[in-house]
């Protein structure tokens, strides 16, 4: 008898601890597993902002996907996913296909910038390594042209959007002035950071205390903000905003998106109905109609018990693949009962800079270094139950203080 | 009774030297000196390919001036020169003026480009810390959006020139380029580094064995010599150069055009007669019909025994140095004799990176280690010169092996 074959693609936080816990609960003998990925490493997108900014090493963000699954257990598969083929069971790939018995989408997410002109062409991104780089060597370059063109837009660096990310690249951003201050020998007072948010808050949804320490931490570092604006174009000298109709013109260099994500295109365009690439799964994360695709991350749309999605966060998508790990099993094997996926809400940390943060955690308020320090033991528990103790140590944020 | 007034403008090396001459052979009481530059820094011109290439940082190549000169016997300005008014013996900066009864002008060389269409606009030259700096960034940021929009000619390096600056330049670009092409996760067969030079051959004027040499470790390491080829133009595509009336375009994203330099502009615009910004010296190292003024490096034009004018160069920078400081002395107390300027070539080498090297030095062929140890041995001689044993323990190169 042919063994059921398992075939995950996308190594993001979803995807990859859906493979470790797979080669943990499965022996050889029980399942193919395979996990497809458009690069060699595995990155973590909550660090990204990090390397952006270039306070910390992209090769810290990424580790080496062989070297984190049991590959005597898990083929692992390099190559671009091109087209899901659920009728016929089939992934095809850019060099070859997979036929699949079970598949796990985690693709991951997007930028979208909702049709807003010139963003696509004139900002940046920080959506994956190669853009967290660029972005970074972006900044780098024209600093550096500061000192031979004295132009003052070379020193701006407009931030759109004051939600999660746009919030923990600008508390890296104000870290790292002072060293980029002295490299290219700047005068401190000609650099300007925006963050323009077109909500009526940063942070929206987040509790009030923690916004307003939040935002007085960034602006007492230097960081303008403009809430309540709205980003109406992007050009190549920088962004056309508006506040109750009164349009200005900022003029940045470096203009950053970070208001907006999506799930992979490809999901929609393989014929699943999805909206803007996340699929609405049932209580064990499937999708709709399909009970041998499941959804994982930034690919799935929860609805929580208030009858609104969940959003989609690193701590949602690591419970998602422990559950489509256990329910794959029972699939496999033929016996037991499917899990339902609860989310179990353990809360959330905004960092400002490595040595501050803000969050609730199981219900509680943090600010400062308790935050800070909460967050760092969150992001070494995901290496933990990632690769255990030694990924831990070679990769984790061991810089508590 | 008035003390004689000596001013100084530039700070590069034959600046320097005089200053630091000065400041020992006079005493406090005997003269008052003023050195004039436009950075707080003086910054050795000869590192500064390495500076490009990011093999060494900017702030191992400059030197805060304050640290190096007795600022209780030397005055030092920061400002720009603006205009030398030779019958009035007076300078004027951007914010004021200074009288003087010896002027030393050592302004230092900037970037010729013969009027070859495109090269100011679309070329980078490495001709002080913020060019050199910006280049460096310029070509990484080029790297760092291989990953994402995969051009070809964001890979390409175009040295334009395959003379002293071209060649040292290529020797730290080859070094680096394991470490941009794992920073920047390139294949590297699609890096090109190619180098374009109108003359016959690479390093003109120099001894044949030692152009064989460098020419073919270079190109071991994978640069492309077009030899015998004339650049046409410069574009934001790349380079048209010409071989025998046959026209190329070559594709390149950072251009670099180290083929020219020529003396300050501000020579010839203050009246003086000279060509490409050098003065024609007499033998006291003055400036024909004005016997207070005083030529130092890219400034002076020295005419050897055969009639042909010495290359400027750090060494003989330095030693007209010490004539100008003797002669100054000799001026300002009234008795002795001027002495001529007479140049004692001690040979030349050519660092192929920091660990290979070709040149001739006391009139011996030296190729591998020991040209570079010669460089290395030479380079720290300016330190100690300079600012004795302590500042060759700061900022000399002491990497020897």
């Not at 395979?34 to 990204?48: A, D, E, R």
């Not at 960092?351 to 199981?362: K, M, Q």
């Not at 290496?383 to 990924?391: A, E, N, R, S, V």
């Amino acid at each position: 008898m042919r063994k059921p074959r398992i075939v995950i693609v996308g190594a993001g936080y979803g995807g990859m601890i859906t493979t470790v816990r797979l080669q943990k609960l499965l022996s050889v003998n029980e399942a193919d597993i395979t996990l497809v990925n458009n690069n060699s490493y595995h990155y973590q997108s909550t660090w990204l902002h990090e390397n952006a900014a270039g306070t910390l090493h992209h090769d810290k963000t990424r580790l080496n996907i062989r070297e984190v699954i049991d590959t005597s257990k898990v083929n692992f598969v390099q190559d671009t996913v091109v087209d899901i083929r659920s009728k016929e069971k089939r992934v095809v790939l850019g060099n070859g296909e997979l036929e699949y018995d079970y598949l796990v989408i985690g693709l991951g997410f997007e930028s979208e910038t909702f049709g807003i002109k010139g963003l696509k062409e004139h900002a940046f991104s920080i959506s994956n390594i190669n853009s967290a780089r660029q972005l970074r060597d972006h900044m780098e370059y024209m600093f550096s042209r500061y000192a031979t063109e004295k132009r003052d837009e070379l020193l701006t660096v407009v931030v759109g959007g004051a939600g999660f990310t746009g919030i923990e690249y600008l508390g890296e951003l104000v870290n790292r002035m002072p060293e980029l201050v002295k490299e290219y020998d700047l005068p401190r007072e000609k650099v300007r950071i925006v963050c323009v948010e077109a909500a009526p808050t940063a942070l929206p949804g987040f509790d009030p205390a923690l916004i307003e320490y939040a935002v007085s931490h960034l602006e007492k570092k230097g960081v303008e903000f403009r809430i309540g604006t709205a980003i109406k174009e992007a050009t190549p000298e920088g962004l056309i905003v508006a506040k109750d109709d009164k349009m200005e013109e900022i003029k940045a260099a470096t203009v950053v998106w970070a208001a907006g994500v999506r799930g992979n295109a490809l999901v929609e365009q393989s014929g699943f109905e999805a909206m803007r690439g996340r699929i609405k799964v049932d209580e064990f994360m499937r999708a709709p109609g399909h009970d041998d695709v499941f959804l994982v991350g930034d690919a799935a749309l929860v609805f929580g018990p208030e009858g609104r999605p969940y959003p989609p966060t690193a701590q949602i998508a690591i419970q998602e693949g422990y559950t489509i790990a256990k329910n794959l099993t029972v699939l496999v094997r033929g016996k037991g009962e499917l899990e339902p996926f609860a989310f179990d809400n353990k809360g959330t940390v905004c960092s400002l800079g490595h040595d501050d943060a803000v969050g609730i955690v199981f219900g509680k308020l943090l600010f400062g270094w308790k935050a800070s320090f909460m967050k760092k033991v969150i992001d070494n528990r995901y290496l933990f139950l990632l690769g255990g103790p030694l990924l831990v140590l070679k990769k984790g944020k061991l810089n508590f203080f």
